[in-house]
C-alpha cells in the first residue's frame, strides 16, 4: 500500500468535480481521512453492501455494475482501502468517501485518535 500521505493526497486531488469538496474544507478532509487510516473506505462499502442487501444501496452502489461490486466485495474481504479507492476513482466516486469520511467520522477536537 502506498505511504499513507501520498494515498490521501491523492483522494482529495481525484474528485470527480472540483466542487465535489469545497477548497475550504480540503484540509480537513485530507485530516479526517489520514487520522482514521482506511477505516473509511471499509466502512463505506460495508454500509453499501449492507443497503444493497436490504434493498436499500447508495446510489453510486446502485450504479455499478456486478464486476465492479465484486471488486469492491473483494478489496473489503482483503482489508485493501487502498484497493477501494482506487475502484471508487475509476467509477467516479472518490467524492463520496470525503462525504462520508465528513459525515461519520468527524470528532470532536479532544477525541482520541
Given at each position: 500500500m502506498q505511504p499513507l500521505s501520498y494515498y490521501y493526497y491523492n483522494v482529495l486531488e481525484v474528485l470527480e468535480k472540483p466542487c465535489d469538496v469545497p477548497t475550504a474544507h480540503l484540509q480537513e478532509g485530507y485530516?479526517?481521512?489520514?487520522?482514521?487510516?482506511?477505516?473509511i473506505e471499509m466502512d463505506l462499502v460495508r454500509k453499501a453492501e449492507e443497503g444493497d442487501a436490504?434493498?436499500?444501496?447508495?446510489?453510486?452502489?446502485?450504479?455499478?455494475?456486478?464486476?465492479?461490486?465484486?471488486?469492491?466485495h473483494k478489496a473489503l474481504d482483503h482489508g485493501d482501502?487502498?484497493?477501494?479507492?482506487?475502484?471508487m476513482q475509476r467509477n467516479?466516486?472518490?467524492?463520496?468517501?470525503y462525504h462520508h469520511a465528513r459525515e461519520h467520522f468527524r470528532a470532536a477536537p479532544d477525541a482520541v485518535r
Open positions: 485530516d479526517i481521512l489520514y487520522q482514521h487510516g482506511g477505516r436490504q434493498g436499500e444501496p447508495y446510489y453510486w452502489y446502485e450504479a455499478l455494475d456486478a464486476e465492479q461490486r465484486a471488486k469492491l482501502p487502498a484497493k477501494i479507492l482506487k475502484i467516479g466516486y472518490a467524492g463520496i468517501l
